[in-house]
């Protein structure tokens, strides 16, 4: 299959996001040139998230109420209308005017899938442990499915509409990411990556759970090998 970015619909999952949003959405809309969408997929924030999407005019802004950062998602991509997604957070800490280097390359290498790796950042914004687990995590997916990905738990991607609609995900929260890796492998989907950065959080509270995440996906890897 060949990549053609005919439109991009950059899907955002968004909690209580206030302070972040509009700084995420207008860089995106303001530089980014393909032709695109911005779809916010809102999990009922109550701190005024919603009115910030709406008041843009430029972002479609749809209300999810199941909680889950893989629920969030997958109502995102049902209602994209791209042939292309980005899936990307809405609490600022993804360089998102990188959005277009990640199209260059899915285009240049004719990928199903770019992830934005995270591991080569020179500013470390990541965090000690966050690192650590995350190179745990990413040695232990490479190990199993043969693969030689750097950064596994990056929420940045940019994802071929058609290989993702030819893959059945079912995770409802952070294991959503790391089963679609799973899936993709599986199909012999192409995956690479590009380098980007990561800023730290400046408004607002993360919403992982680390125990409970790190157990989900672990959980979803072994699955993935029973489950031929």
Same mark, same amino acid.
């Given at each position: 299959?060949?990549?053609?970015?005919?439109?991009?619909?950059?899907?955002?999952?968004?909690?209580?996001?206030?302070?972040?949003?509009?700084? #995420?959405?207008?860089?995106?809309?303001?530089?980014?040139?393909?032709?695109?969408?911005?779809?916010?997929?809102?999990?009922?924030? &109550?701190?005024?998230?919603?009115?910030?999407?709406?008041?843009?005019?430029?972002?479609?802004?749809?209300?999810?109420?199941?909680?889950?950062?893989?629920?969030?998602?997958?109502?995102?991509?049902?209602?994209?209308?791209?042939?292309? $997604?980005?899936?990307?957070?809405?609490?600022?800490?993804?360089?998102?005017?990188?959005?277009?280097?990640?199209?260059?390359?899915?285009?240049?290498?004719?990928?199903? %899938?770019?992830?934005?790796?995270?591991?080569?950042?020179?500013?470390?914004?990541?965090?000690?442990?966050?690192? #650590?687990?995350?190179?745990?995590?990413?040695?232990? *997916?490479?190990?199993?499915?043969? +693969?030689?990905?750097?950064?596994? +738990?990056?929420? *940045?991607?940019? $994802?071929?509409?058609?290989?993702?609609?030819?893959?059945?995900?079912?995770?409802?929260? %952070?294991?959503?990411?790391?089963?679609?890796?799973?899936?993709? &492998?599986?199909?012999?989907?192409?995956? #690479?990556?590009?380098?980007?950065?990561?800023? $730290?959080?400046?408004?607002?509270?993360?919403?992982? +759970?680390?125990?409970?995440?790190?157990?989900?996906?672990?959980?979803?890897?072994?699955?993935?090998? #029973?489950?031929?």
């Amino acid at each position: 299959m060949t990549i053609k970015v005919e439109l991009v619909s950059i899907v955002i999952p968004a909690l209580n996001e206030a302070g972040n949003i509009l700084e #995420v959405v207008t860089t995106i809309h303001e530089g980014l040139s393909y032709p695109n969408e911005i779809i916010v997929v809102d999990g009922n924030s &109550t701190d005024g998230t919603q009115k910030i999407v709406s008041d843009t005019g430029f972002c479609r802004l749809i209300t999810e109420s199941r909680r889950g950062y893989g629920r969030a998602l997958k109502t995102g991509i049902k209602n994209a209308k791209g042939n292309v $997604i980005i899936m990307v957070d809405g609490d600022g800490t993804y360089e998102v005017k990188h959005i277009e280097r990640m199209l260059d390359k899915m285009v240049e290498e004719n990928a199903d %899938m770019v992830l934005a790796t995270r591991m080569y950042d020179p500013n470390k914004a990541m965090g000690f442990f966050n690192f #650590v687990g995350n190179k745990i995590i990413t040695f232990c *997916f490479d190990f199993l499915y043969n +693969q030689y990905l750097s950064d596994t +738990q990056s929420g *940045f991607r940019a $994802i071929s509409r058609e290989a993702i609609d030819n893959v059945k995900l079912v995770e409802g929260d %952070m294991a959503f990411a790391t089963e679609m890796l799973i899936k993709f &492998t599986k199909k012999n989907y192409k995956m #690479v990556e590009v380098r980007s950065t990561y800023k $730290i959080r400046r408004y607002g509270k993360p919403k992982l +759970q680390k125990f409970k995440s790190t157990i989900e996906i672990f959980t979803t890897m072994v699955k993935g090998l #029973v489950n031929k």
